[in-house]
Antibody, heavy 122, light 108 residues
Framework: EVQLVESGGGLVQPGGSLRLSCAASGFTFSTYSMNWVRQAPGKGLEWVSYISSTGSTMYYADSVKGRFTVSRDNAKNSLYLQMNSLRAEDTAVYYC???????????????WGQGTLVTVSS | EIVLTQSPGTLSLSPGERATLSCRASQSVSSSYLAWYQQKPGQAPRLLIYGASSRATGIPDRFSGSGSGTDFSLTISRLEPEDFAVYYCQQYGSSPSTFGQGTKVEIK
């Protein structure tokens, strides 16, 4: 059974940093690209970042480009999102998501974690 | 980027009724790379339909997707109590991938 478990969320001040993790199990992690998708409270879904299976290719939404960095450790079956220069508008539940199909860095999202809440506030 | 507009915003129906949700794209969606998700309060989204019309594993056949180009729809043939939720469409044919704003299906 595919499992994705996010961690690392919490309360952080504007301008601060946070590192999210996603622990994957139940599938061969190293053969799948992965994504981060977020959802602000009471709002819709927004794709945040993509990383290829080998970690050689990354893409970001314009809203986070230059501030967020996605990475992975295939030996540890783990996905990460380093978030710097956080803003109030980054407040959201952050989900890691495994696709069934990707093309050119865009994917469907077949499996989702339960999400981790990031709150940016003073 | 492709903007997806879902309608209606809210659909008020009774169990057993048919629900038809619409998703219109600002540009043609490449290769019908259009997905539908269901989300219940406090839960992660669940993939229902991918490739515009293919059901994901374990999704009941009362859910069906159709459409191509710029117009897509999700139909729930007979609403079960567990189907009342928010539904999102997503296109993954062009970068960046984008979502619609959602349609809430509520009990009338």
């Amino acid at each position: 059974e595919v499992q994705l478990v996010e961690s690392g969320g919490g309360l952080v001040q504007p301008g601060g940093s946070l590192r999210l993790s996603c622990a994957a199990s139940g599938f061969t992690f190293s053969t799948y690209s992965m994504n981060w998708v977020r959802q602000a409270p009471g709002k819709g879904l927004e794709w945040v970042s993509y990383i290829s299976s080998t970690g050689s290719t990354m893409y970001y939404a314009d809203s986070v480009k230059g501030r967020f960095t996605v990475s992975r450790d295939n030996a540890k079956n783990s996905l990460y999102l380093q978030m710097n220069s956080l803003r109030a508008e980054d407040t959201a539940v952050y989900y890691c998501a495994r696709p069934s199909y990707c093309s050119g860095g865009t994917c469907d999202y077949y499996h989702w974690g339960q999400g981790t809440l990031v709150t940016v506030s003073s | 980027e492709i903007v997806l507009t879902q309608s209606p915003g809210t659909l008020s129906l009774s169990p057993g009724e048919r629900a038809t949700l619409s998703c219109r794209a600002s540009q043609s969606v490449s290769s019908s790379y259009l997905a539908w998700y269901q989300q219940k309060p406090g839960q992660a989204p669940r993939l229902l339909i991918y490739g515009a019309s293919s059901r994901a594993t374990g999704i009941p056949d009362r859910f069906s997707g159709s459409g191509s180009g710029t117009d897509f729809s999700l139909t729930i043939s007979r609403l079960e109590p567990e189907d009342f939720a928010v539904y999102y469409c997503q296109q993954y044919g062009s970068s960046p991938s984008t979502f619609g704003q959602g349609t809430k299906v509520e009990i009338k």
